[in-house]
Structure formats: C-alpha cells, structure tokens
C-alpha cells in the first residue's frame, strides 16, 4: 500500500514539472526549450580630459589695434556754419602752409554785402548833407581810414610763420642729431680694443652735434621773436585803423544829426560783419603737412567749430588708436608692449604707450603708440596690433581654466592620484582667458582631471 501511494506521488511531482517545462515526461515528446534573454552592453566610460599643473608666465594682456598716423595732427573747423561749395584735397594729399582746403558758398553773403554797403552809402550821404562845412573833413578822414586798412593788410602779408616752421624743424633735426652722436660715442668708448682714432672722431662728431644744435636753438629764438614782432606789428595796425576809424566818426558828427549818426554806425557794423563771414567762409592749411581725414563733400551743410579737415605732419608717425575709456584707462604712460603691422608677426618691435585720454570729457579720445617701425615706409593709414601687458606674474604654478571648479564658496581641482581621483582646494591669482595662476593647493607635476 505503501510502495502504491509513493509510485503515486512520484507520477504526480512529475506530471507537474513536465507541466511548468522542466523534464521530459517518460515517454513523452520532446519539449521545447524555454528562449533566454539577451543582455543589452554597457556604453564605454567616456574619458576626461586631464590638464598638468605647469611654472611659467601668468599675462592678462589688452589687445588693440591702431592705425600709423602723423603725431602731430591739427583739427580744422569753420568759426561759422554754412554750405560747402569746394573741397579742394582728399585723405593722402599733401598741402602747404596757407593753402585753401574748403570754402563756403558765399554768393548770398556777397549779395548781402552789396546790400549792406549801399546801406552805409546812403547812410553817410544823409549825414554829410547835415552839415556842409565838414566834408573836406569827412573826405581826408576816409583817406586816412583807407591807407591804415591798407597799412594792416600789408602788415599780415608779411608773415614770418615759414621761417619760425623752417628753424622748428631744423631744431628738431639738431636734437636727433646729438641724440645719434651721443650714441655712437656712448658705443665707441664701450669698445677699448677699437683704435683711439675711433673714439676721436666720435667725440669730435658729439662736440659738432652739440653746436649745431646750440645754432639751430639760436636761430629758432630769433625765427620765433621775429614772429612775436610780427603780432606786435599787426596789433599796432589794428589799433590805427581803429584810431582812423574814430576820427572818421568824429569827422562826420559835427554838427550832424544824432539818428543820422546812429545810421551809419548801424550799417557799418553790418558790413564789417558780412565781410567777417565771408573771410571765415574759406579754411586755409595753417602749416605743411598731409590730410589725414576729410569729412566734408560739396553741398554738405556745416555747423560751426565742427572739425571738417585733419592734417598733421608727415613724421613722425607712431599708432593712434580708438579703444574704450575703460580700457585705455588700464593702461599708463609709459607701459612698454609689443607692436606689429597687422598679420605680419616679422614686424614686431617694442612700444611704449605715449597718450591715454584723461576722462570721458577729453577732446581727444585716442590713445597714442609710440613704436620705431620707420624703416618699413608704411603708409599712412595701415593697421598696426598692440599688445600691452595689464597684470604679469612670473614664475607661477598654473592651469587652464577648464581645469578649475566652483561650487558654492568653493574653489577646487581634482587631482589624479594612485588611490584614485581626489579632491584638493586651491587658492587662485590672476586670471587670464587661457591661465589660472594657482597660488596654494598644488604642485608643479600634479594631473588635474578636468569636468
């Protein structure tokens, strides 16, 4: 019964895993097997960059570009608004001293001038019939008038601004002169193994320089108070014209009508001020130079004092440029740097800034680069990069940027070790777009795992 019950249960514990797949029941059919799964592969660990902790040369540098331009630059500007009619030069051109540049159109202020001076006409003729006894006084007072006016005019024709430019740039020329001799003397007698006669002749060519620069010193003195002179001599005119002038007026006022009097000096004052406008029509070059910029064309209307021409000396030249007042504020006189012609890294000399712009309400905005690209014969105009160093730490530990992390109040790397990646805090300096000098937290050799 026993043996029964056993075969029994062993049938039915069969039955049940055939059931479920797991044995072939005796006698059976083969089952199919049960399908396994496929496991999905991991994606590779992506590699971090890692940055190595190096000693060098931590710059903040502010980069800008000029463009080579005369020093010395005058900006012109008509003392009174009107219409252009000329232009006579362009960017490039080189003038001379008293040269038209530009003028107005006048043919309504020559208009009103004919105008103004019938008015003064009819006006003196109305006065003269008051009173006929003092005609032959009126007409000798005119003479006198006109032979002062003549007196002045000829006295300004006289000018003697030519000599006094002449003597400054022989005076300059003088300077750099000595400043060439001195050189090659200081060179000379650097030099003990090279011939006394060497040494002799450097000498005797500072000795020269040295007088000839007391000679064109001299010459200069003389040319500037012959210029001096000149002004005293055109004030003198003046004041006899205005002497003249007044013994017109007394001339006229006897025994003549007081509004008759008042007439004359009315139409007078008119057509000495239309004949003012008409000689500030025209815009003379005050000295020889180059025209840097023109900013005027025929028919263009111009307000007064607004600069219209630009023209400076031809040498020297050195980089003028426009930066923000922000930036050229970072910068100081002085401050040596690194110029070049654009895209011509061969160029690149040493510079040292000449001019930075006060404040905001500076006239002049630019900031000057004084650099010795003379020899090139660059034109003017050309693009020149500058380079000026802000902040330099010699010497330091440092890392690029990407290599450092902030997280809250925290500043820190992760360094690769043996034991694994760990974190270090570390103190920063100056920062630059391409370095971090790292001060503290580091050492030179360290791996930094980057994010």
């Known amino acids: 019964m026993i043996r029964i019950l056993q075969l029994v249960s062993f049938l039915g514990l069969m039955s049940f895993l055939a059931a479920c797949g797991g044995v072939t029941p005796p006698g059976g059919a083969q089952q199919q097997a049960a399908p396994t799964s496929t496991p999905i592969p991991t994606a590779p ?104 006016q003549l007196n002045l005019q000829k006295t300004k024709e006289g000018s003697p601004w030519p000599q006094v430019e002449s003597a400054r740039i022989a005076l300059d020329n003088a300077r750099q002169n000595l400043i060439n001799a001195q050189r090659a003397f200081d060179e000379a007698i650097s030099r003990p193994q090279q011939p006394a006669s060497t040494t002799d002749q450097a000498y005797n060519a500072l000795l020269s320089a040295q007088n000839q620069l007391r000679s064109a010193q001299a010459s200069y003195d003389s ?7 000149y002004k005293f001599s055109i004030a003198s005119a003046e004041n006899q014209v205005i002497q003249a002038q007044l013994n017109l007026e007394k001339a006229r ?3 003549a009508d007081p509004q008759k009097q008042q007439a004359v000096r009315a139409a007078q004052l008119r057509v000495d001020q239309i004949q003012g406008n008409i000689n500030q029509s025209s815009l003379y070059a005050p000295s020889a130079g180059e025209v840097l910029e023109v900013t005027i064309k025929p028919g263009d209307q111009v307000q007064a004092f607004a600069t219209v021409i630009t023209i400076g000396r031809p040498e020297p030249k050195e980089a003028v440029a426009s930066i923000a007042i922000g930036d050229a504020q970072k910068l100081s006189i002085g401050l040596v740097g690194i110029c070049q012609v654009l895209n011509r890294p061969e160029t690149a000399v040493q510079c040292v800034v000449r001019r930075i712009p006060t404040s905001a309400r500076d006239a002049d905005q630019t900031t000057r680069v004084a650099a010795s690209l003379e020899d090139l014969k660059l034109p003017t105009g050309q693009l020149i990069d500058i380079q000026m160093p802000l902040n330099v730490r010699r010497n330091v530990l440092w890392l690029p940027p990407a290599a450092v992390r902030t997280f809250q109040n925290r500043t820190f790397v992760v360094l690769q070790t043996p034991d694994g990646p760990r974190s270090a805090d570390v103190t920063v300096g100056l920062r630059t777009t391409d370095r971090v000098e790292i001060t503290a937290g580091v050492k030179e050799g360290d791996v930094v795992i980057g994010p």
């Open 253 to 255: 006022r006897g025994g």
């Open 223 to 229: 040319a500037a108070q012959s210029f001096n002179n």
């Open 45 to 148: 660990a992506v590699a971090r960059p890692t940055y190595l902790v190096q000693r060098g040369d931590v710059q903040e540098i502010l980069e800008f570009n000029g463009r080579w331009q005369p020093r010395d630059q005058t900006a012109l500007s008509f003392p009174i608004a009107g219409t252009v009619r000329r232009v006579n030069v362009r960017r490039g051109d080189a003038v001379s001293a008293g040269q038209l540049l530009a003028d107005y159109q006048i043919g309504s202020l020559e208009d009103q001038l004919a105008s103004a001076k019938l008015d003064l006409e009819t006006a003196l003729a109305n006065l003269e019939t008051g009173d006929s006894s003092s005609v032959g006084t009126v007409a000798d007072a005119e003479v006198a008038l006109a032979n002062a």
